[in-house]
């Protein structure tokens, strides 16, 4: 099996899809700072409704196509996605994650906020940096996973560093079967090799 992040595609350096943005500060700070997507359910003050519209912080990205998946936050990205990519995913996922409710006037879009946290990290054989002084985690250069731990998985998130979130290649086919769009996966570990993969083109299928 391969184990994935999510990321949005781009176009030759470009933007393939928009991203959207919030509509105001407080929103900004309230989605990004306070609410900090750590793997926790949000309290109901951080469901309040996020207004957002198109991002134009690239030249020609605000006319870029929406997508099924959108990016979105400066400080942490979860995928946000359309009224059909929750159709899809939501009956496979919906236990994992909790809905944050986004107002958009081009359409029916919703972050998710991951809270499946499992102890999936196989410490001793990743690379890992840690802070001289406590010894924690500062980050992880090389991902490699505890087989028996993510096998049955979807999407999940790990204690360790809780705001990056994690897929399967079983979401990935979910994902491609359904024809989803804006969705790309950096590949971080296979079981096959235990090594990083070489990314994968947007749309094909893991092997």
């Known amino acids: 099996m391969m184990i994935f992040e999510s990321t949005v595609p781009k176009n030759g350096g470009g933007a393939a899809f928009c991203a959207l943005t919030f509509n105001s500060q407080e929103d900004r700070n309230r989605f990004d700072q306070r609410a900090g997507f750590r793997g926790e359910p949000l ?17 020609g990205e605000d006319t870029a196509p929406l997508g099924d998946r959108q990016g979105i936050g400066y400080y942490v990205d979860p995928m946000v996605l359309s009224r059909r990519a929750l159709d899809v995913l939501l009956p496979r996922i919906g236990h994992l994650v ?16 991951i809270t499946h ?7 001793a054989r990743s690379d890992i940096e840690r802070f001289p002084s406590s010894g924690r985690i500062s980050r992880i250069l090389r991902h490699a996973f505890k087989p028996d731990r993510v096998k049955d998985e979807l999407i999940f998130k790990i204690p360790q560093t809780p705001r990056r979130a994690f897929v399967t290649d079983r979401f990935v086919k979910l994902v491609n079967d359904a024809g989803l769009t804006g969705f790309a996966f950096e590949p971080i570990w296979s079981d096959a090799t ?10 094909s299928h893991p092997g």
Do not use: H
């Open 43 to 59: 309290g109901s003050e951080l469901l309040i409704p996020y207004k957002v519209v198109r991002s134009a912080g690239y030249p």
């Open 98 to 113: 909790q809905l944050v409710p986004l107002q958009f006037n081009e359409g029916e879009y919703a972050a998710i906020n």
């Open 117 to 123: 946290v499992i102890d999936a990290l196989d410490e």
């Open 194 to 203: 235990c090594e990083p993969q070489a990314p994968r083109p947007q749309g």
